[in-house]
């Protein structure tokens, strides 16, 4: 049913749970796990950077891989195949554009908590994927 499992991840305790649960459903459903950080970049943000200042991309990607190292901080995937990911960009966008390019069959992703008013003050990601996904998208609490 649920081939691949999209768990976008910022580190954060909810990102954990998501994968967590994430990875229940993944055993029973003999599917696989991408877990995915997105990398704000100024270009994302709409903004570009005064002359002579740049960002690295080695420094993106380390960034990248200590988020992706701190969410499996002592979390046991078993036997579950689970692939690390990272690229720059919107959020948002970056998780619609990888459901699309890698046949995502579920998304599941944790939630900050800030509600309904607030986080469409605020812009949630969560929001806007449940929102445009083109799969089942789970919010983990």
């Known amino acids: 049913m649920f081939k691949t499992i999209l768990v976008p991840t910022d580190a954060s305790e909810a990102a954990r749970s998501a994968l967590i649960l994430a990875l229940e459903i993944a055993k029973k459903f003999g599917s696989r796990i991408l877990l995915l950080h997105v990398v704000y970049t100024p270009e994302a943000l709409g903004y570009t950077l005064s002359s002579g200042v740049t960002v690295p991309q080695e420094e993106v990607s380390i960034y990248g891989g200590e988020v ?73 609490k």
């Open 68 to 140: 992706l190292a701190a969410t499996l901080i002592g979390i046991d995937t078993g036997t579950v195949p689970l692939e690390k990911k990272q690229k720059p960009g919107h959020p948002a966008s970056a998780i619609l554009e990888e459901v699309k390019s890698s046949d995502v069959d579920l998304v599941v992703m944790g939630n900050r908590g800030y509600g309904p008013i607030a986080g469409s003050m605020l812009g949630s990601v969560s929001q806007r994927i449940l929102s445009k996904a083109e799969c089942p998208v789970m919010i983990a």
